[in-house]
């Protein structure tokens, strides 16, 4: 009987541990891109939002003319 409960408290042990590694692993991915740009609030695309951009291609080429601009 006291088997049971400790591998079902083991068990429950497990799946707390993954959720946390779940949602670190959530909170990880977050910092790496942006889900939305920074700029104009647009959805990113999957791989530009993988590769850790913020800001979507639109604002980003914005963003490039801008600092060109301001470079001197
Ligand atoms: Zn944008």
């Known amino acids: 009987m006291a088997d049971e409960i ?7 042990e497990n799946e707390l541990q993954l959720a946390l590694a779940k949602h670190q692993q959530n ?7 942006a889900l939305f740009c920074e ?5 990113m695309p999957e791989a530009r939002k993988n590769a850790g951009y ?18 001197k």
């Open 54 to 71: 913020r800001l979507c291609i639109e604002c980003a080429k914005d963003k490039e003319r801008m600092d060109a601009l301001f470079a």
């Open 27 to 33: 909170i990880a991915m977050n910092r790496k891109g």
């Open 6 to 12: 400790d591998v079902a408290e083991r068990l429950r």
């Open 39 to 43: 700029e104009c609030q647009d959805k």
